[in-house]
């Protein structure tokens, strides 16, 4: 890949003339002169999640109650029908996919449906970088069991603070484990989980996995229902676009439907059933008997907008240019700012990585308010992580080359060195 690079702006622009993808950037709001690099953490604004808000808005003011079975998306259906069009993205059938809830709310309910200590096997195995919701959750649930967290949830060990490796988790997958909670890609180092291996793993040893999709779903292709992982959730604020609060989306392997939902509510019914009214739920036997309540249509509706485009540009084009784009950065960064003290923490084989740059410096946020003040927006995770994502559907090859320009230029005249050494509330 990129056998011929070179670290010239016309290299840049040849990329970008070659890419298949490149007109689906006018589908954005790329906020003026800006080069967003942030697409990971919240993505931007598409016209066409524009329009689908404003569609539902429109069916609110139009239909009034009536929009939950009129107009152009019903909304008592939305969260089914757009499960069913987010199935291809995880390679899953569409009834094992929801949108519901947020990321914790989500994993809170999948671990409370399929966490069931019993006998020896009353521990959890999660890992020491993953995303502290998700620890915290498990934590919580743990207690509920009347559990102590700090014996029952093994968080295993990194043996250098930026990656997992497969053989530890597996290692971890002991008699005493029920289930094992993993993110496919790490949030702060990249780095992308042999899902197929370690389910494989968990299965042999009689343990249930799940994953935290959050940092994987629209940048790379999951196979979900034929890896057999048990279930998932992720949110879809990140590369999904749909804005920020968006609402989450959860998978549930088909073998596991007829589970009574742990944490049940009336959405959690049959459709047919719910409007009886009856206090005996009657649960789906679907993905959908795992939401709890009233859906939030307006944090929905950007979905219908989004998925749209991810339905005309394809998952597989979008991970090819994904990876092009970091591969790209990747050697950008080896030739332009090889002398100023920056080493890439994200693994180098395109099979290991996920969406994302990790580049790590001791002066990680100064350098990422001083890229700010040029108009490259990057995140800092601490302690000395710059993320870097470049988006396949909106960001172009000469964006990734102007960026390193602006870093180069920051680094060479010092223009860290005016901002405080101190993250913002929100990093
Ligand atoms: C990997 C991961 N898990 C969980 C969360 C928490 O998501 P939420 O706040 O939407 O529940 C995030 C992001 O905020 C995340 O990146
Ligand atoms: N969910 C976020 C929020 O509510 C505010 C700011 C950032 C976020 C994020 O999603 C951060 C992201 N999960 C991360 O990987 O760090």
């Known amino acids: 890949?990129?056998?011929?690079?070179?670290?010239?702006?016309?290299?840049?622009?040849?990329?970008?003339?070659?890419?298949?993808?490149?007109?689906?950037?006018?589908?954005?709001?790329?906020?003026e002169g800006t080069i967003y690099l942030d697409g990971n953490s919240l993505g931007l604004c598409s016209r066409r999640a524009e329009q689908s808000l404003l569609l539902m808005l429109e069916s609110w003011k139009q239909h009034?109650?009536?929009?939950?079975?009129?107009?152009?998306?019903?909304?008592?259906?939305?969260?089914?029908?757009?499960?069913?069009?987010?199935?291809?993205?995880?390679g899953a059938k569409k009834e094992e996919v929801v949108v519901t809830g947020s990321t914790t709310v989500n994993l809170h309910q999948l671990v409370s449906t399929f966490f069931r200590p019993e006998g020896k096997r009353t521990k959890i195995v999660a890992d020491e970088l993953n995303f502290p919701s998700d620890i915290y959750a498990l934590q919580s649930q743990l207690r509920l069991h009347g559990l102590?967290?700090?014996d029952h949830l093994i968080r295993v060990r990194s043996r250098d603070g930026r990656l997992l490796d497969e053989d530890d988790l597996i290692h971890a997958m002991t008699e005493e484990v029920q289930m094992v909670i993993l993110p496919t890609v790490l949030y702060r180092s990249g780095q992308l989980l042999d899902m197929e291996r370690l389910v494989k793993a968990a299965h042999e040893r009689g343990i249930l996995i799940g994953f935290d999709a959050c940092h994987s779903i629209g940048a790379i292709p999951h196979r979900f229902s034929e890896w057999g992982v048990d279930f998932a959730f992720w949110c879809t604020y990140k590369y999904l676009n749909s804005g920020p609060g968006g609402v989450a989306a959860l998978y549930v392997n088909e073998k596991h439907h007829g589970r009574v939902p742990g944490l049940a509510g009336w959405f959690s019914s049959r459709k047919d059933k719910q409007f009886d009214m009856k206090h005996e739920l009657e649960h789906a036997e679907n993905a959908g008997a795992f939401q709890i309540g009233t859906p939030h249509v307006f944090s929905t509706a950007p979905l219908i907008g989004s998925l749209e485009i991810f339905a005309e540009a394809g998952i597989d084009r979008i991970r090819e240019k994904s990876l092009r784009l970091t591969r790209y950065l990747m050697l950008l960064i080896e030739s332009e700012l090889a002398e100023w003290g920056f080493s890439i923490g994200n693994p180098l084989e395109d099979d290991r990585r996920g969406g994302h740059v990790c580049l790590e410096h001791d002066e990680a946020v100064r350098i990422c308010k001083a890229l700010k003040a040029e108009k490259v927006?990057?995140?800092?995770?601490?302690?000395?992580?710059?993320?870097?994502?470049?988006?396949?559907?909106?960001?172009?090859?000469?964006?990734?080359w102007e960026a390193v320009q602006r870093l180069k230029t920051i680094m060479v005249e010092k223009k860290y060195e005016q901002y405080e050494k101190v993250r913002g509330v929100v990093a």
């Open 1 to 31: 890949m990129l056998q011929d690079f070179q670290p010239t702006e016309s290299y840049a622009r040849q990329l970008d003339g070659q890419d298949p993808l490149y007109a689906f950037r006018e589908e954005f709001y790329i906020p």
């Open 64 to 90: 009034a109650i009536d929009g939950w079975t009129e107009g152009k998306y019903p909304w008592f259906y939305l969260s089914e029908e757009l499960g069913a069009r987010m199935a291809a993205l995880v």
């Open 148 to 150: 102590n967290p700090a």
């Open 377 to 400: 927006v990057p995140d800092f995770r601490a302690p000395h992580v710059i993320r870097l994502a470049p988006v396949a559907l909106y960001t172009s090859y000469h964006e990734v």
